[in-house]
């Protein structure tokens, strides 16, 4: 087995982490029709989360954390949308 380091380590929980967090938000666009706002953060989220395996294959372990925890916050923003247009009137 390799060897990996602390940083390689906090790296891939990182990239984990954030990457659970976007199949969350994917899930719940599968049960719901979203509204065009909605639409746009996925859009943002997906596009961030392209970046993120982008900077996890080139071992940029700072960088990873930096965007893992920005996808983290979208993805929350992203699924309070998501929750808030479901009790809207016509939803």
Same mark, same amino acid.
């Given at each position: 087995? +390799?060897?990996?380091t602390r940083d390689d380590f906090e790296a891939c929980m990182a990239f984990g982490t954030a990457s659970l967090a976007v199949a969350d938000v +994917?899930? %719940?666009?599968?049960? &719901?029709l979203p509204d065009d706002r909605t639409r746009e953060l996925f859009a943002e989220l997906e596009a961030a989360h392209d970046r993120l395996r982008d900077l996890f294959a080139l071992e940029e372990d700072a960088a990873v954390h930096? @965007?893992? *925890? =920005?996808? %983290?916050? *979208?993805?929350?923003?992203? &699924?309070?949308? @998501?929750? =808030? &247009?479901?009790? *809207?009137?016509? =939803?």
């Open positions: 087995m +390799a060897r990996i +994917a899930r %719940l666009i599968v049960d &719901g930096a @965007l893992a *925890l =920005s996808i %983290l916050v *979208l993805a929350d923003r992203t &699924g309070e949308q @998501l929750r =808030s &247009g479901r009790h *809207l009137p016509g =939803s």
